[in-house]
């Protein structure tokens, strides 16, 4: 009597759970489950071949996420959800031969002051996203060759967001930080090379442009053997930010030039009206370029928008009213330790004036709430009777004074 062995791997029946017999084949339990694997594998690489299809998501249901968490800054909210809803559509362009129109990315530089909300707005963006995003930080980067990141790197953290997979990262989205930090340092050429200045402003006009770049997977030079992924920047659309600390200065001359002699009532109110108003909503290319921006950079980040300063009124509507408020944060801390906490609406008014005085925006804020409540949150704990804190003006005084951001200085 002969054996009955699986004509795939010649084990024998007795060596398996199950053998599934043909006419002149037989196959065991084992075999059925790799081919099993390997018809999903098959299936799913043709559908990442196909155009992927995405819940799109409209540019006011955008904004209205963004509203939950970041208050005010609606102009650069619009120009965002627009953006990033192009982009989505241009993921889904079926490519028709008989159609010669493609759409091209427009990639989005922000300006606006320190603590204005930047990062966090990308961040929030982050959370509501289905394409892989990732945030870089430009103030690492080098020239190839120098000691720092190279540009390159920057994919590699997209790359680590789509979980390695090609396909997806090359649909991502990435927001580049402090863009300002590699502006040109001097208009006047010199002997030294600007390595991280314009050379890595050259460095990323590839990437934002759209090419075949050589991705090092682990990251930086730690690892040389390692073996390149090839990733294409063409369908990454790029989001920028930066302070741009004393552009104000570049856009006021731009505005106020007048020619030599006497100017009439009418202009010197124009002027004025100018001058108070946010200055940051007349910037322009022009400034850029001024601010030490190379006019090849400018080009490939089309898209312009800007954030408004914070005033009192919205550094006190960002400690009471987003889902993590400031105020809120505390609040659950507190319940942890089974302490309910309430701030009088004086302490919150001194926490926004400090805020306002010290120039340190929404990021200020929080450095002025820990000063106050520090001792409370050191000693609260191990007392079992306190079971409410109420801040008042009188305490949010008494416990900033002295606290060592007090010691700051007002420039």
């Known amino acids: ?95 028709d031969p008989a159609d010669d129109i493609v759409i091209e990315k427009s990639n989005i530089v922000m300006v606006g002051e320190t603590g204005t909300g930047k990062t966090y707005l990308a961040r929030t963006l982050a959370n509501m996203l289905q394409v892989p995003f990732c945030i870089a930080d430009a103030t690492v980067l ?55 200045g314009e050379g890595v402003q050259q460095a990323l006009l590839k990437l934002l442009e759209g090419t075949s770049v050589n991705v090092p997977p682990q990251g930086g030079r730690k690892h040389p053997d390692q073996k390149m992924i ?23 001359s731009r505005l106020n030039t007048t020619p030599l002699g006497f100017t009439s009532n009418e202009e010197s109110e124009d ?6 108003e946010n200055i940051l909503r007349y910037v322009n290319a022009q400034d850029l370029k001024s601010y030490g921006l190379i006019p090849e950079l400018i080009g490939r980040l089309p898209v312009l928008t800007y954030l408004d300063p914070l005033d009192k009124e919205t550094l006190m509507q960002i400690l009471t009213e987003p ?22 609406k004086s302490a919150l008014e001194y926490i926004v004036d400090k805020a306002i005085e010290y ?11 820990e000063a106050i409540v ?3 949150m050191f000693e609260l704990p191990s007392n079992k009777e306190i079971k409410e804190l109420v801040v008042t003006k009188e305490y949010a005084i008494e416990k900033f004074e002295k606290s060592r951001i007090n010691k700051l200085k007002v420039a």
């Open 374 to 376: 520090n001792d409370a």
């Open 142 to 196: 080098t020239e190839a060759g120098y000691v720092g990141e190279d540009v390159e790197s920057i994919l590699t953290r997209l790359l680590q967001a789509a979980n390695y997979e090609v396909e997806n990262a090359e649909r991502g989205i990435v927001y580049i930080d402090e863009l300002d930090k590699i502006s040109r340092k001097s208009d006047n050429p010199s002997i030294t090379r600007d390595v991280s």
């Open 359 to 369: 120039k340190l925006g929404a990021r200020g804020l929080r450095s002025i709430c």
């Open 230 to 252: 090839s990733l294409n920047t063409q369908n990454i659309l790029f989001i920028c930010g930066g302070a741009f600390d004393g552009i104000k200065r570049i856009i006021e």
């Open 323 to 344: 889902k993590n408020a400031l105020t809120k944060q505390y609040r659950k801390l507190f319940e942890m330790e089974g302490i309910k906490i309430e701030f009088q």
């Open 1 to 95: 009597m002969t054996q009955v062995t699986c004509s795939f791997c010649g084990r024998k029946k007795k060596d398996v759970d199950l053998m599934v017999s043909g006419i002149h084949a037989h196959i065991c339990n084992y075999c059925i489950d790799q081919a099993f694997q390997i018809l999903q594998e098959e299936k799913k690489t043709k559908e990442t071949t196909d155009k992927p299809s995405f819940n799109l998501v409209k540019p006011k249901e955008m904004k209205k996420y963004l509203d939950q968490y970041v208050v005010g800054q609606d102009e650069a909210k619009k120009v965002i959800a627009v953006a990033v809803y192009n982009h989505y559509k241009r993921l889904m362009q079926k490519s």
């Open 271 to 276: 002027r004025h009206e100018i001058e108070d």
